[in-house]
């Protein structure tokens, strides 16, 4: 919700909650609503699978939405619960994470508890923020529980409705206010610069969806675009997907993300996502159209889902 407030605002559209992720696809898709904000990735734990998954599209139900800008928010993460009674003193001194034989030498938290949290036996949040927030987990909450919802937001309104006081969520302060919980600790995030990069859909006719970006303003250093799209291959032919990448390097066309799906369809078999520098154009203009062209006989198939003006913030760019 906080994306769509800050690309919105409250003044100029009605913002609508959904539960998950798939339901704002289906009201973008319905025409219900006017756009979508949905998370793709996040710099600390990737990408977003199941964002991905509703790219994929296997059952064809949302063939007529397509990506049109991006927003880029920085994320903050609390534990949020009940405080203790009585805190442990021990909970508060500076902890280790325990070395495993992936991570021999794990990374210390940057922060620590405001309170006691050996008491919490349970925690709720997205399987994104747990990512996000490990060498705290590792540390402070070894063995406890993780219960996986389908939002920050879902896992402060579970632990509110806890009478135990040995729930805790991973949300935000925002949440703590509405629901009138604790903060345990706060900016347990891995990373200072973690940020989630979010895209904003929108429902495209099938003659828009065709043709491609119907925008004039030029490409330059000032605006550049990005372009997402998804192919699959032939995986019994040796170098199929090499081939495929290669027609990107044949048009100049940089590669900003490479990913894939299961395809659902045989095991082992993949959908492959692409994002790259550039925008489909109309009348099959530019080097993405040829691209795209060429792809046709190299791939089984691909789609293209959508072009867009690229914000990624400067600091890192």
């Avoid at 994929?56 to 063939?63: E, L």
């Avoid at 021990?90 to 495993?100: E, F, K, Q, S, V």
């Avoid at 919490?120 to 987990?137: D, M, N, T, W």
């Avoid at 990005?226 to 019994?236: A, M, Q, R, V």
Wanted: proline fraction near 5%.
């Amino acid at each position: 919700m906080k994306a769509a407030l800050e690309n919105f605002g409250e003044r100029s559209f009605a913002l609508e909650a959904r539960v998950n992720i798939q339901d704002i696809f289906a009201a973008v898709q319905s025409g219900a609503v006017a756009y979508g904000v949905v998370p793709f990735e996040n710099s600390t734990n990737g990408s977003v699978v199941y964002t991905l998954d509703l790219f994929a599209d296997r059952q064809s139900q949302f063939t007529n939405v397509y990506v049109c800008g991006e927003a880029y928010l920085d994320v903050h993460h609390c534990l949020l619960g009940h405080r203790s009674d009585c805190p442990p003193l021990d909970d508060l001194l500076p902890g280790d994470a325990t070395p495993t034989h992936q991570s021999p030498s794990p990374p210390k938290p940057k922060t620590q508890p405001l309170t006691g949290v050996r008491h919490v036996k349970r925690i709720y949040s997205h399987p994104q923020a747990f990512g996000q927030c490990e060498a705290f987990l590792s540390t402070y909450l070894k063995g406890v529980e993780r219960q996986e919802v389908s939002s920050t937001s879902k896992a402060a309104e579970i632990v509110a409705k806890d009478t135990t006081g040995t729930l805790a969520a991973i949300s935000s302060k925002v949440a703590a206010q509405v629901h009138d919980l604790d903060v345990l600790a706060t900016r347990i995030e891995d990373r200072d610069d973690n940020t989630t990069r979010f895209f904003i859909l929108r429902r495209a006719s099938s003659d828009e969806s065709s043709i491609g970006d119907d925008s004039n303003q030029p490409e330059t250093k000032i605006h550049r675009w990005k372009t997402l799209i998804n192919f699959t291959i032939d995986h019994h032919s040796p170098g199929a997907l090499a081939d495929a990448l290669q027609v990107f390097k044949t048009y100049s066309l940089n590669l900003t993300s490479i990913g894939s799906r299961p395809s659902r369809l045989t095991p082992w078999h993949y959908i492959f996502f692409v994002e790259l520098e550039g925008r489909r154009e109309r009348e099959g203009r530019g080097e993405v159209n040829q691209a795209l062209a060429k792809l046709e006989s190299i791939t089984r198939g691909w789609r293209w889902h959508g072009s867009w003006e690229d914000r990624v913030p400067r600091r890192y760019s």
